[in-house]
């Protein structure tokens, strides 16, 4: 079974930065699509941003601009780059890969979450 591990999540103070990264426990066939989800409390997850195995990225109105997102194809790996932080990005970010196996079946796989505090 295939296991997303999150790393790079923490404090960061408004305006700062962090830098998510993404990546999966053994090899996969295909990923076409990566992204990066968020939760906070009491409310759904909600997609941040998106990236396809062409280079097509999707943004939330909320980050463009702020944050990028970005995937190594050789390391299955994808990666979010945050700037001008705000407290309102406060949440638990989970990466999430949408895959088909070499028999064409579809499997999404979520990391387990990391957390993201923007606070003074």
């Known amino acids: 079974q295939v296991q997303l591990a999150e790393s790079g999540g923490g404090l960061a103070q408004p305006g700062g930065s962090l830098r998510l990264s993404c990546a999966a426990s053994?090899?996969?066939?295909?990923?076409?699509?990566m992204q990066w989800h968020r939760q906070v409390p009491g409310k759904q997850r909600e997609l941040v941003a998106s990236i396809s195995d062409s280079g097509r990225t999707i943004y939330d109105d909320s980050v463009k601009g702020r944050f990028t997102i970005s995937r190594d194809n050789d390391k299955n790996t994808v990666s979010l780059q945050m700037n001008n932080l705000k407290p309102e990005d406060t949440a638990v970010y989970y990466c999430k890969y949408k895959t088909t196996t070499r028999d064409n079946e579809i499997r999404d796989y979520w990391g387990q979450g990391t957390q993201v505090t923007v606070s003074t």
């Open positions: 053994e090899s996969i066939f295909r990923i076409f699509i």
